[in-house]
């Protein structure tokens, strides 16, 4: 399979403390847009430079510059965490009334088996994860949560190991931080 990660955002930069040296530079992308209640809604994306260009181009630039990310999702390989690698950025002189935020995946569907369900302050939602994998980056389990109540249903129609496309956007947990997709359209 041929397989569909594509990521592009809008935001401003948030600088990371650099504990320790990567092979990466990390950062992180906040996300603004408004909220169905009329509030401001914050997403702090976690985002990896690997390409040295990239990198440089992240050190010269103050905290809170607007930029263009285009990317790729992945989970660390060794907490599982979702962050974004970022592959192309922009900086531009103001951001967009309108930001941008979307995220398309094909892949596997990977069923969840603990805590499959939550529910916050938007809704109760069901998570799963979009499975990726290849010789280049290994396997790929993209945690995806689905609100919407139709979306659920599709997913129950769903069994562990069938083809899925998702159609998004990259979100933060208010309450832990954790990224993962919001799921806005789901097919086979």
Known sequence: MNYLNSVELTGLIHHLNRRKEHAYFPFSVRHENLWSDGTTRKDFLNARAFSESIQEILKSLDENTPVKVKGVLRSSKGSGELYLDVRELEVLERLSDTPENQVMLTGYVHVIKAQNEGETG??????????????????????????????????????????????GTLRSSR?????????GEIAK
Request: glycine letters at 10%; charged letters at 35%.
């Open 122 to 167: 938007t809704g109760k939602y069901t998570r799963f994860a979009v499975r990726q994998e290849d010789a280049e980056t290994g396997r790929d389990f993209i945690v995806v949560r689905v609100y919407d109540e139709k979306l659920r249903e599709v997913l129950s129609g769903m069994n562990d190991g069938d083809p899925v496309t998702v159609k």
């Open 175 to 183: 309450g832990s931080g954790v990224n993962y997709v919001r799921c």
